[in-house]
């Protein structure tokens, strides 16, 4: 059964400071995987999304890496600023009977970007 | 605008009384879903459906029911809601192995 972990589960970081956050998951038959930034009672919005083949995927600040031999993914944000401040999650799309699954969803990290 | 749109975006309701949450979709997707989100639980799968008058189980379905009679429409159905059914709800659609677009959410609460 796919299990997918993302730590930590909260971070509170200055202004200015590159962070990274991490996603784990146990079975690396999966299609894809995709970060999303969830901010408070809103719903999720797509950030990046890897495909099994690829090791990385760039948007701004944001830098992606899928490793899916050893079932890691890292979200590096560069120069963090307050608007960062939101709930990231981390989702794989698993590949079921040989066709395209569900996504399987982390819990996320919570993070705090302070001025 | 490509946007998921969820009907109501909140509703308080009581125990046993019948409910659709609607969920429409404008990108002409053939892929959409159904997750509910609970403290501690995270986002958990209850339906989804491949394409039109294809829907299938996901990892939480009891209580629920969907049907996709047109491929931009995706309802969610609460026949006899309880309490335990009291969460924040989400619609997704995707096309293909593209990212998930999601909705704003709907926040039931049943008492």
């Known amino acids: 059964k796919q299990e997918v972990t993302q730590i930590p589960a909260a971070l509170s970081v200055p202004e200015g400071e590159n962070l990274v956050l991490n996603c784990s998951f146990t079975d690396s038959a999966i299609y894809n995987l995709q970060w999303f930034r969830q901010d408070p009672g809103k719903g999720l919005t797509s950030l990046l999304l890897i495909q099994s083949s690829q090791r990385e995927q760039t948007s701004g600040r944001l830098n992606a890496s899928l490793d899916k031999s050893s079932g890691r993914s890292t979200l590096y944000i560069a120069a963090s600023q307050p608007g960062d401040s939101a709930t990231y999650l981390c989702?794989?799309?698993?590949?079921?009977?040989?066709?395209?699954?569900?996504?399987?969803f982390g819990k996320g990290t919570k993070l705090s970007v302070k001025p | 605008e490509a946007q998921v749109t969820q009907n109501p975006r909140y509703l308080i309701t009581v125990t046993g009384k019948k409910l659709t949450v609607t969920c429409s979709q404008n990108?002409?997707?053939?892929?959409m879903s159904w997750y509910r989100q609970d403290p501690g639980l995270g986002l958990r799968q209850i339906y989804y459906s491949m394409n039109v008058e294809v829907t299938d189980k996901g990892d939480v379905p009891e209580g629920y029911k969907v049907s996709r009679k047109e491929k931009r429409n995706f309802p969610l159905i609460l026949e006899s809601p309880s309490p335990n059914q009291t969460s924040l709800y989400f619609c997704?659609?995707?096309?293909?192995?593209?990212?998930?677009?999601f909705g704003d959410g709907t926040r039931l609460s049943i008492l």
């Open positions: 997704a659609s995707s096309s293909g192995l593209q990212p998930q677009h």
């Open positions: 990108m002409n997707h053939e892929y």
């Open positions: 989702a794989v799309r698993r590949i079921y009977g040989g066709s395209q699954g569900n996504l399987i």
